[in-house]
T-cell receptor, first 116, second 112 residues
Framework: DTGVSQNPRHKITKRGQNVTFRCDPI?????LYWYRQTLGQGPEFLTY????????KSRLLSDRFSAERPKGSFSTLEIQRTEQGDSAMYLC??????????????FGQGTRLTVV | GNSVTQMEGPVTLSEEAFLTINCTYT??????LFWYVQYPGEGLQLLLK?????DKGSNKGFEATYRKETTSFHLEKGSVQVSDSAVYFC???????????FGQGTTLQVKP
């Protein structure tokens, strides 16, 4: 297993365009998280899935953001009508849960979005 | 709500110096506590963790003890190396959802 994989690594887009990022978690992990990290700050939680169900969304996730995990495997994060304030590193993490225990989250290398 | 506060950086040390990076938290209940490290150009890596009060997490010479009475999880290393230069993030985890709340990060620069 090669860990959590995110694509693309970098994305430059014009304001107003739509973008989609993909995350492939560690295969046996049932939980998948999205975070956003801006320069000089720690990552901020956006949303998470357990299997295919999206269980929580942060207030940071405006109506322009949507995330899916259709078969409980990979996930996509789409941003519609991008704004310059969306420029950030988008991080994906996965972990597993069961029997009341949660395994520590492993992170991908992130997708850096620049909106021009 | 839950939050994490880290000492501001950058922290600049000479090789073999002693390192402390302070971290305090505010949380309801008893979260798990973590230190993650981000080396230049790389993703976040789990450095160590502690899941209950008085637990000590350790890895690669780094240590941190979960102190409930002071709501702290300070990171320490006895002798830093140039290769330890990175950004260090303290975080707490909601035990139900597993979502992480991070501090703002502390940049460590170690000079030879």
């Amino acid at each position: 297993d090669t860990g959590v994989s995110q694509n693309p690594r970098h994305k430059i887009t014009k304001r107003g365009q739509n973008v989609t990022f993909r995350c492939d978690p560690i295969s046996e992990h049932n939980r998948l998280y999205w975070y956003r990290q801006t320069l000089g700050q720690g990552p901020e939680f956006l949303t998470y899935f357990q299997n295919e169900a999206q269980l929580e969304k942060s207030r940071l996730l405006s109506d322009r953001f949507s995330a899916e995990r259709p078969k409980g495997s990979f996930s996509t994060l789409e941003i519609q009508r991008t704004e310059q304030g969306d420029s950030a590193m988008y991080l994906c993490a996965s972990s597993s849960s069961g029997q009341g225990k949660i395994i520590s989250a492993f992170f991908g290398q992130g997708t850096r979005l620049t909106v021009v | 709500g839950n939050s994490v506060t880290q000492m501001e950086g950058p922290v600049t040390l000479s090789e073999e110096a002693f390192l402390t990076i302070n971290c305090t938290y505010t949380a309801t209940g008893y979260p798990s506590l973590f230190w993650y490290v981000q080396y230049p150009g790389e993703g976040l890596q789990l450095l160590l963790k502690a899941t209950k009060a008085d637990d000590k997490g350790s890895n690669k010479g780094f240590e941190a003890t979960y102190r409930k009475e002071t709501t702290s999880f300070h990171l320490e290393k006895g002798s830093v190396q140039v290769s330890d230069s990175a950004v260090y993030f303290c975080a707490l985890s909601d035990k139900g959802t597993g979502k992480l709340i991070f501090g703002q990060g502390t940049t460590l620069q170690v000079k030879p």
